[in-house]
């Protein structure tokens, strides 16, 4: 859980007991605006901030350093081009069966 966000869904009992006082407070305030409140406004700074920060999902804590280091080799790459390509590519032989073993589980049913 050290590199997810997954440690967040912790603080919600938090969560739920912040929105109790709030609705203490103010009775008629319901959780969507609890959330609109505290998610999608600005950020003021009043007297329960510092409650507000330990919400659930208010801050991301989640720090990841990734660095890649590439040695380039000494040999160089070497590519050879074919001789010759096949102009046909048959897929039955001479007598007419086809060369694919995967066709070979496809048969007719048999009387035992």
């Known amino acids: 859980m050290s590199f997810t966000e997954c440690h967040q869904f912790v603080r919600i009992p938090f969560m739920v007991e912040h929105f109790r006082q709030h609705k203490a407070i103010d009775p008629s305030m319901d959780f969507v605006k ?4 505290h998610y999608f406004s600005a950020n003021i700074v009043t007297d329960d901030f510092l409650q507000d920060q ?3 999902f208010r801050s991301v804590e ?4 990734n660095i890649t280091v590439y040695i380039q ?3 160089p790459l070497e590519f ?3 001789v010759s390509i096949a102009k046909e590519y048959p897929s039955y ?6 060369q694919f073993s995967v066709f070979d589980i496809f048969q ?3 009387c035992a």
């Open 34 to 37: 609890f959330i609109q409140i």
């Open 54 to 56: 330990q919400l659930p």
């Open 62 to 65: 989640c720090h990841m350093q």
């Open 73 to 75: 080799g000494s040999q």
């Open 80 to 82: 050879h081009v074919p």
């Open 93 to 98: 032989n001479e007598i007419n069966k086809p």
């Open 108 to 110: 007719p049913p048999r």
